[in-house]
């Protein structure tokens, strides 16, 4: 079966603590990995696609890597405004385009200053 | 640039009364769109999908419906809400034959008293 987890659940950095958020997929023919930054009552913020093995996309404080079973959201030098949760999904092979998207439980990030 | 609209943001009805929720994408033609819903430190629930005007998909038996009066118009309603109704939802579109990610609206916080 298709899933997405998300690890650790819940994380708690000081202001300048690095720090890495892991996402593990087992899907068939993965057609695109996804991270989210979702901010309390409102609605998940695309923030980077990967798309095969080895590929890195950066963003600020941000960086995500893939490999062939995990993803990873590298947070160098966090801020407070980095307290979120982050979320990943998985885009499939499917002719159902509803389940084409696989999300995985987020994982809540707190920066303390 | 692609927008997408969710209204109300926030809404509190009783038990047993109707429900519309509206969603509409600005600036793209022909979207796939989609109704999930959020429960608290839960992932998301991917509740209907619909690939074109009058097109749509359920995903989970409800007391929900959903319908495409417009390309770009997307609404989810009830004729009876229940208590177990009450929920974040959220829209969200994505380019058909693609593999680019959804882009998501800011959210609908639905309480049923």
């Known amino acids: 079966e298709d899933q997405v987890t998300q690890s650790p659940e819940a994380l708690r950095l000081q202001e300048g603590e690095s720090s890495s958020l892991n996402c593990s997929y087992t899907?068939?023919?993965?057609?695109?990995l996804f991270w989210y930054r979702q901010d309390p009552g409102k609605g998940p913020e695309f923030l980077f696609t990967?798309?095969?093995a080895g590929e890195e996309k950066e963003k600020e404080r941000l960086k995500a890597t893939l490999t062939k079973k995990e993803s990873f959201l590298h947070i160098t030098a966090p801020k407070p405004e980095d307290s979120a949760t982050y979320l990943c999904a998985v885009r499939r092979r499917l002719d159902n385009y509803g389940q084409n998207f696989v999300f995985g439980p987020g994982t809540r990030l707190s920066v303390l200053p | 640039s692609q927008t997408i609209h969710q209204w109300p943001a926030t809404l509190v009805q009783p038990v047993g009364s109707p429900l519309s929720l509206e969603c509409t994408v600005e600036?793209?033609?022909?979207?796939?769109l989609y109704w999930y819903r959020q429960a608290a430190g839960r992932g998301l629930q991917l509740l209907f999908y619909?690939?074109?005007?009058?097109?749509i998909s359920s995903e989970v038996p409800q007391n929900l419906s959903a319908s495409r009066p417009q390309d770009r118009q997307f609404i989810l309603s009830s004729k009876k809400l229940l208590l177990s109704d009450s929920g974040f939802y959220l829209c969200?579109?994505?380019?058909?034959?693609?593999?680019?990610?959804?882009?998501f609206g800011d959210g609908t916080r639905l309480s049923i008293l």
């Open positions: 899907v068939s023919g993965l057609r695109g």
């Open positions: 600036g793209t033609s022909n979207p796939n």
């Open positions: 619909s690939v074109g005007i009058g097109q």
């Open positions: 990967l798309y095969s």
């Open positions: 969200a579109w994505s380019v058909g034959l693609s593999n680019q990610p959804q882009h």
